[in-house]
């Protein structure tokens, strides 16, 4: 065969590889009366297996979230009226619930509420009034040692105050303050990387003089310098 006749046999080839590509797939058959009742039959079949599983759910924990959960996900469910009623004889006795937990208005009253039922329509104010209680009744210990923290504004102080008061109401305040700080200095550390300069590495240096990425930069002078 000569030079010319495969430079034609693969022009071939190329050219039917190409068509083949280029060919709109067949478009499938519609489906059959029989094929489309099967797929709504099944699609019934699931929508009644989670009604019923759901149901399930409501009369074994009896709480507000599960009554919501299925009222939210099964509106006209051959349960629903059930389901309402239940919901509204929860509801009265969350109010009710609710309403003693203001009257005592202690720590222990409004932890109780919370531990009564799963869903409460003042979970979120009951956890807001525990942590006013807490803070209002911290030692003072614990309130001097985060003021010292925040004053210092480093991540070694509030370090210490975590490891000293793990338990504390301001325990929280100080992880958000302490992550926030670290995210500052990643940032910084991540401009002396993308500028790759003495520079860069003498400012981040300034700022952090014993910054979590110290020994890192202690690596590097070696290559910058």
Same mark, same amino acid.
Do not use: K
């Given at each position: ?10 022009? !071939? ?33 699931? /929508?009644?297996? #989670? ?21 939210? !996900? ?5 349960? *629903? ?46 956890? *807001?009034?525990? /942590? ?10 614990? /309130? ?7 004053? #210092? ?9 975590? #490891? ?9 305040? !100080?992880?958000?303050?302490?992550? *926030?700080?670290?995210?500052?200095? /990643?940032? !910084? ?37």
């Amino acid at each position: 065969m000569t030079r010319f006749s495969v430079q034609v046999s693969m022009m !071939a080839l190329t050219a039917a590889l190409l068509s083949a590509c280029a060919t709109v797939p067949e478009t499938p058959p519609p489906l059959t009366a029989e094929q489309q009742a099967e797929i709504q039959r099944q699609s019934e079949l699931m /929508r009644a297996r #989670r009604e019923a599983e759901d149901f399930a759910r409501v009369q074994t924990e009896n709480s507000l979230a599960a009554h919501r959960a299925y009222l939210d !996900a099964h509106p006209t469910g051959p349960n *629903a009226a059930s389901v309402r009623q239940g919901f509204a004889v929860l509801q009265a006795r969350d109010q009710a619930a609710w309403d003693a937990a203001r009257r005592t208005d202690s720590r222990a009253a409004y932890e109780a509420y919370l531990e009564r039922d799963s869903g409460g329509a003042f979970e979120t104010q009951a956890r *807001a009034r525990i /942590r006013e209680i807490r803070i209002a009744t911290a030692p003072q210990v614990e /309130r001097t040692a985060i003021q010292e923290a925040q004053l #210092r504004g480093t991540v070694a102080a509030y370090d210490l105050f975590l #490891r000293t008061y793990p338990q504390s109401v301001f325990a929280e305040d !100080a992880s958000a303050a302490r992550e *926030a700080l670290v995210a500052q200095e /990643r940032e !910084a550390f991540n401009q002396y990387l993308r500028a790759d300069s003495v520079r860069a590495m003498e400012e981040y240096l300034a700022r952090y003089p014993n910054g979590l990425y110290l020994s890192l930069i202690h690596i590097s002078q070696g290559i910058v310098r």
